[in-house]
């Protein structure tokens, strides 16, 4: 009988810690020289149409269905545009990684405090985070955290600075969402700095990243959607994030795309959705889907459980794989009832 | 001479808003005292074994809460996040979890430094400050801390101190008041607590028939509910799956009290915004407190 995990009580804090993301509008030319302009929101109140999925009855009854589409259908929104001067969105954020992946923040179980730390630290001696810091670079110089705002840009400039004296220029539209085969010196720059600090040669990594996306005169941009769940009788039914009345998009949401490097779970051939974030189960919200179920072994906590008490896993990929999630953090503790 | 570090202006976002189990704002002051007290086991296991980070006040810059009140509502609500999907894909509940972001600065007193490991002390604060969470918020940024000797006698030396926690409110204890309450009017806690946060609208009337409304409450400054502590109530023991099993462990409920938010300016005696851990064993209370308060109680 192999031991059990017996920790009931178990955190990992996140290691990628991405700020919120603030949306300025700027011209494609003068991105560099010229000041940006923190992006407000918009209050709009329009007039909708009637065009949900109606009963059969009353689609097949003119005067019914003219009855219902003549009704207003009045809305109240939350919304946000570059100026009518302004082709370019920037979006900035800075990104603290973090090293001590090796160090649970609460922990009970006496086995798993003995085994986990040498399990942790064989992988960071042997991999040196590499693999899995490539990715987390990758996913900063293609742009995934711009989400919609990404769709249809026409160019996409990201500029990092590490903290050294020269900032890297990515051109976002060079790196493929869907692999992470793309490689040049300067992702490789970036690359190395992220692996040092998960694996704890450096203190601390801060870094900030702006990214230029041109889409055009007065377009529309995204900032996030607030989750307010009941609100009272205000009549606004889309709320926008915005931080001192600056368009914003949530940190949760940057963290996201950021850890969108999950190409290992079972069914990435045939769902040719490309990567998926880094979650226990595999979770795609927007697809209402979980790819890494209990029932295929391929979950964390399944891996885990062996990984942490020092078996081996199937392969290389599965380890990246729980090493990512303990860098993403979470509460991983079991019931203590059986 | 009093020794003061100070961390000056740490930015902090999606911190825990929870003041007490029943109230939302600013952090509960266990919380910042807890992270002072990571702070201190951190220097402890780097070296500098015989520093004691021993009071805390906290000034608050800016503070944003998570909430959202849209015109017309009567209510704020609190604005969520969404979990993780399930093993089979389906939406999880919602909880509801109260967050702010907020920018501090902490003023923490200091013991046991020698003078040569200045340096180091300065540069192992400003390392672990940006790997640490403070009432459970991550930090953004902060600025290079400072170390400051403070000779209490000298006014001068007092409003230099001072002055680095401007522009901001700190929070200080105002049990005092419930105890008044409490003695003089012969309430019970709860009724003390809420006497003072309740806004009464009174209506007078002039001569000519006129009458105007005024609202006010019992007493003048920005009074807080705040969670200061823990009461013990049950025996010291050990507990199933208990977090630490190295330590005794025991149920406990939160101890709320009244706080006050005041301007820095105001604060005459570096006593009244200092906080500190204090035990009574006796009582099983296990409590942050500031200086002044231990002083008027006579311990």
Redo the contacts between chains.
């Keep these: 009988m192999a031991i059990k995990n017996d920790a009931?009580?178990l955190a990992f804090?996140?290691k990628l810690?991405p700020?919120?993301g603030y949306l300025y509008g700027t011209n494609w030319n003068e991105r560099s020289t010229s000041n940006s302009m923190p992006l407000k929101l918009i209050e709009k109140s329009v007039r909708g149409t009637i065009s949900n999925r109606l009963k059969p009855a009353v689609q097949n009854d003119p005067l019914k269905l003219n009855a219902e589409v003549e009704k207003p259908n009045l809305q109240k929104v939350d919304a946000c545009a570059l100026g009518e001067g302004q082709d370019t969105l920037r979006l900035s954020f800075?990104l603290?990684v973090?090293g001590?992946v090796d160090k649970p923040s609460?922990s009970?179980g006496?086995n798993f405090n003995e085994s986990y730390p040498k399990v942790a630290q064989a992988y960071i001696e042997q991999e040196g985070f590499n693999e899995l810091a490539k990715r987390y670079a990758s996913n900063i110089a293609n742009g995934r955290y711009l989400w919609r705002n990404r769709v249809g840009a026409e160019k996409i400039e990201v500029i990092v600075n590490t903290g050294d004296d020269t900032p890297l220029t990515f051109d976002a539209k060079q790196f493929s969402l869907r692999n992470f085969d793309s490689s040049n010196p300067e992702l490789q720059t970036l690359t190395n700095k992220i692996a040092d600090a998960l694996s704890g040669k450096l203190?601390?990594l801060?870094i900030t990243v702006d990214a230029y996306a041109l889409v055009g005169k007065a377009q529309e941009v995204y900032p996030s959607e607030?989750?307010?769940?009941?609100?009272?009788?205000?009549?606004?039914s889309k709320?926008l994030y915005h931080?001192?009345d600056v368009a914003a998009m949530?940190?949760?949401k940057i963290g996201n795309a950021l850890r969108t490097i999950d190409t290992w779970y079972p069914d990435f051939d045939e769902a040719e959705i490309g990567p998926i974030a880094i979650?226990?189960?595999g979770?795609?919200?927007n697809l209402?889907?979980?790819f890494r179920?209990?029932k295929e072994k391929a979950?964390f906590y399944t891996l885990f459980d062996r990984f942490a008490l020092g078996e081996k896993l199937a392969d290389k990929n599965q380890e990246h794989y729980v090493m990512a999630v303990l860098v993403r953090g979470g509460v991983f503790g079991q019931s203590?009832k059986d | 001479m009093r020794r003061f570090l100070l961390l000056p202006h740490i930015k902090i976002?999606?911190a825990n808003a929870m003041s007490s189990p029943y109230t939302i704002g600013f952090p509960a002051m266990t919380a910042w005292l807890g992270a002072v007290h990571a702070l201190q086991r951190h220097l402890h296991q780097h070296g500098l074994r015989d520093v004691q980070l021993t009071g805390v006040a906290v000034s608050c810059h800016q503070f944003?809460l998570q909430t959202?009140?849209?015109?017309?509502?009567?209510?704020h609500?609190?604005?969520?996040?969404?979990n993780?999907?399930?093993?089979?894909?389906?939406?999880p509940a919602?909880i509801?979890e109260a967050r702010c972001?907020l920018e501090v600065s902490l003023l923490v007193e200091y013991q046991g430094l020698d003078s040569d490991d200045l340096d180091q002390f300065n540069n192992e604060v400003n390392?672990q400050l940006?790997?640490m969470?403070f009432a459970g918020g991550?930090?953004?940024?902060a600025k290079p801390v400072e170390t400051l000797a403070v000779d209490e006698d000298n006014d001068q030396d007092i409003k230099k101190v001072i002055t680095k926690l401007m522009l901001g409110h700190v929070l200080i204890e105002r049990r005092d008041l419930m105890m008044q309450t409490m003695q003089e009017e012969g309430k019970d806690a709860l009724d003390a607590l809420l006497d003072h946060l309740k806004v009464m609208h009174r209506a007078s009337q002039d001569d000519d028939g006129k009458v105007t409304w005024t609202s006010a409450r019992k007493t003048t400054g920005w009074l807080v509910p705040i969670a200061t502590g823990f009461q013990g109530i049950s025996e010291l023991g050990t507990a199933?799956?208990?977090?630490?099993?190295q330590t005794p462990h025991r149920f406990a409920e939160s101890v709320v009290t009244l706080g006050e938010f005041v301007m820095p300016y105001r604060i005459k005696a570096l006593d009244d915004m200092l906080w500190q851990y204090r035990v009574d064993a006796e009582q099983n209370l296990y409590l942050c407190q500031t200086l002044t308060t231990s002083n008027i109680l006579g311990d």
Excluded at chain 1, 226 to 236: C, N, R, S
Excluded at chain 2, 240 to 245: L, V, Y
């Design positions: 009931t009580v804090e996140k810690v700020s919120d800075t603290k973090l001590g609460a009970n006496p203190a601390y801060l607030e989750l307010v769940l009941d609100k009272g009788k205000g009549d606004k709320i931080v001192n949530h940190s949760q979650e226990p189960y979770a795609v919200t209402g889907k979980a179920t209990p979950d203590g | 976002h999606n944003d959202y009140k849209g015109s017309g509502d009567f209510v609500s609190i604005v969520g996040t969404a993780p999907l399930d093993k089979d894909g389906s939406r919602f509801e972001h390392t940006l790997r969470k991550d930090v953004l940024s199933k799956h208990q977090r630490d099993t």
